[in-house]
């Protein structure tokens, strides 16, 4: 399997690449285009700041390609973030993946909200053995408001949405790399996606959202 | 909800864990690693390494020592110790640290912190702020609480949020090593004033300690070492503690 975590200068790359070692699977990182249409895996990781990530994706073009890749691919943090359709984080046009506002917690509360929080409202098979409840580790001053594309929804200064999934693309705003036993749980069912749907299937089927709770 | 933290913390030298006879379990005597990892299988809910050897490889052992960390540690760790320039962070944080935590060269150098947030984002910029109360005064120090300067507590936090830094790391002189409690009138007060995590550290003894801290202290999190490296708390009980009065944390 070719797993391909997308590298555009932002974020704790190595940490997604040591987990999916953990896991027993090899990835590469790589901004070659052509390198990453043709990974069975796609994953979009990303720390800092929305406006300045983006202007690094548009520099290389990858804005283009990744809301066209039809792999599976999983966006993390403001990697899931830049996959929705804006965001407040500097007044930021996303990816538009996601149709979905990302906001600011308000000072209501401390930000960035730093710790491990609870998953709940978990669907489909990325959360496939995952308890409701369950712990996973996010660092985020900014989040993506509740939607029709949510699968897994946490609190803090508001409900907002923790995961989404259209299609072939799902994000996380928590560290799966990060989250323990959890975490990496969630990683090695992401990394099974594609055994169970080909690319074929996923590219022209829906396939059932099947809610684990 | 989120949930209060437990963060033990690693005392490192030439790559190696300071104090090892008695340390918590013979086999981990020494090796970061082996102990990072029996505390992330344990409970912990981050890991803070604090280098306090003062070599001229430093630099190329605390990066050796994040990379074999992040290779087979599954929780966030923070690392700190003689950190003072945005070159030696990219360096740490492309390893895999999560965070990075300074603290005399933010009080000598204060644009440190702007650089490090503009940089890397404040999530991964830790101020360590080491304090002692005297004449009824919170007075920060350096080099291990060693040297006093004129800085207030409360301004020098305040200075440090508006800076960009994501959370402050509060040390008590005055409670460090006595095994007597946080100083959780100067925790409450710093919680209130700032608007980022405040993480509790010196005085931790009993449970009830760190009870008292999340309660009374408001603190987000609370880090520890000897109690933990001594087993004279095991996290997972901690937690079941903490549970049972009703604090919420990760188990």
Same mark, same amino acid.
């Given at each position: 399997?070719?797993?391909?975590?997308?590298? =555009?200068?932002?974020?704790?790359?190595?940490?997604?690449?040591?987990?999916?070692?953990?896991?027993?699977?090899?990835?590469?990182?790589?901004?070659?285009?052509?390198?990453?249409?043709?990974?069975?895996?796609?994953?979009?990781?990303? +720390?800092?700041?929305?406006?300045?990530?983006?202007?690094?994706?548009?520099?290389?073009?990858?804005?283009?390609?990744?809301?066209?890749?039809?792999?599976?691919?999983?966006?993390?943090?403001?990697?899931?973030?830049?996959?929705?359709?804006?965001?407040?984080?500097?007044?930021? /046009?996303?990816?538009?993946?996601?149709?979905?506002?990302?906001?600011?917690?308000?000072?209501?509360?401390? +930000?960035?909200?730093?710790?491990?929080?609870?998953?709940?409202?978990?669907?489909?098979?990325?959360?496939?053995?995952?308890?409701?409840?369950?712990?996973?580790?996010?660092?985020?001053?900014? =989040?993506?408001?509740?939607?029709?594309?949510?699968?897994?929804?946490?609190? =803090?200064?508001?409900? =907002?949405?923790?995961?989404?999934?259209?299609?072939?693309?799902?994000?996380?705003?928590?560290?799966?790399? /990060?989250?323990?036993?959890?975490?990496?749980? +969630?990683?090695?069912?992401?990394?099974?996606?594609?055994?169970?749907?080909?690319?074929?299937?996923?590219?022209?089927?829906?396939?059932?959202?099947?809610?684990?709770? | 909800?989120?949930? @209060?933290?437990?963060?033990?913390?690693?005392?490192?030298?030439?790559?190696?864990?300071? @104090?090892?006879?008695?340390?918590?379990?013979?086999?981990?005597?020494?090796?970061?690693?082996?102990?990072?990892?029996?505390?992330?299988?344990?409970?912990?809910?981050?890991?803070?390494?604090?280098?306090?050897?003062?070599?001229?490889?430093?630099?190329?052992?605390?990066?050796?020592?994040?990379?074999?960390?992040?290779?087979?540690?599954?929780?966030?760790?923070?690392?700190?110790?003689?950190?003072?320039?945005?070159?030696?962070?990219?360096?740490?944080?492309?390893?895999?640290?999560?965070?990075?935590?300074?603290?005399?060269?933010?009080?000598?150098?204060?644009?440190?912190?702007?650089?490090?947030?503009?940089?890397?984002?404040?999530?991964?910029?830790?101020?360590?702020?080491?304090?002692?109360?005297?004449?009824?005064?919170?007075?920060?120090?350096?080099?291990?609480?060693?040297?006093?300067?004129?800085?207030?507590?409360?301004?020098?936090?305040?200075?440090?949020?508006?800076?960009?830094?994501?959370? *402050?790391?509060?040390?008590?002189?005055?409670?460090?090593?006595?095994?007597?409690?946080?100083?959780?009138?100067?925790?409450? @007060?710093?919680?209130?004033?700032?608007?980022?995590? *405040? *993480?509790?550290?010196?005085?931790?003894?009993?449970?009830?300690?760190?009870?008292?801290?999340?309660?009374?202290? @408001?603190?987000?999190?609370?880090?520890?070492?000897?109690?933990?490296?001594?087993?004279?708390?095991?996290?997972?009980?901690?937690?079941?503690?903490?549970?049972?009065?009703? *604090?919420?944390?990760?188990?």
């Amino acid at each position: 399997m070719k797993i391909v975590i997308i590298n =555009y200068g932002a974020g704790n790359i190595q940490s997604i690449k040591f987990a999916i070692q953990r896991l027993g699977f090899e990835a590469k990182l790589s901004d070659n285009a052509e390198e990453i249409q043709q990974a069975d895996k796609v994953i979009f990781p990303g +720390v800092g700041e929305a406006s300045s990530a983006m202007k690094k994706l548009k520099a290389t073009g990858l804005d283009q390609l990744i809301p066209q890749l039809t792999q599976p691919v999983l966006g993390i943090c403001l990697g899931m973030q830049l996959m929705c359709k804006h965001s407040e984080e500097g007044d930021t /046009k996303g990816l538009g993946v996601f149709d979905v506002e990302v906001k600011r917690f308000s000072n209501q509360v401390k +930000v960035p909200q730093i710790g491990w929080n609870q998953i709940s409202n978990l669907q489909t098979e990325l959360f496939q053995g995952i308890k409701e409840q369950e712990f996973m580790y996010l660092v985020h001053s900014f =989040y993506a408001e509740k939607c029709e594309e949510m699968i897994a929804e946490t609190i =803090y200064d508001v409900a =907002y949405a923790s995961a989404l999934k259209k299609n072939n693309f799902f994000g996380v705003q928590f560290h799966p790399e /990060k989250s323990s036993q959890a975490g990496e749980k +969630v990683l090695e069912n992401f990394l099974k996606l594609e055994i169970r749907n080909t690319k074929y299937e996923i590219r022209n089927t829906k396939y059932e959202i099947r809610n684990t709770k | 909800m989120l949930t @209060k933290r437990i963060i033990p913390c690693l005392d490192i030298k030439n790559g190696r864990t300071v @104090k090892g006879v008695n340390f918590l379990d013979l086999r981990y005597a020494g090796d970061p690693v082996e102990l990072a990892q029996f505390y992330a299988e344990n409970s912990a809910d981050e890991l803070v390494f604090l280098d306090i050897s003062a070599t001229e490889e430093k630099r190329k052992t605390l990066a050796d020592l994040v990379l074999r960390v992040a290779e087979k540690v599954n929780i966030p760790f923070t690392v700190g110790g003689g950190i003072s320039s945005v070159e030696d962070v990219d360096v740490l944080l492309q390893f895999g640290a999560d965070k990075v935590s300074i603290n005399s060269s933010a009080v000598k150098r204060p644009e440190l912190i702007n650089e490090l947030s503009a940089k890397f984002g404040s999530q991964c910029v830790v101020v360590a702020i080491d304090a002692k109360q005297v004449d009824g005064e919170w007075k920060v120090h350096l080099v291990g609480g060693k040297v006093a300067t004129d800085l207030n507590l409360f301004d020098w936090a305040k200075e440090v949020e508006k800076r960009g830094a994501g959370e *402050i790391l509060f040390t008590s002189m005055n409670n460090d090593g006595t095994k007597n409690g946080f100083a959780n009138e100067a925790l409450a @007060k710093l919680s209130t004033d700032l608007n980022i995590p *405040i *993480i509790a550290s010196g005085g931790a003894g009993t449970m009830q300690h760190f009870a008292d801290t999340f309660k009374e202290g @408001k603190a987000d999190a609370a880090l520890a070492a000897s109690v933990f490296h001594f087993k004279e708390i095991a996290i997972p009980e901690l937690k079941e503690f903490l549970n049972e009065k009703e *604090i919420l944390v990760r188990r």
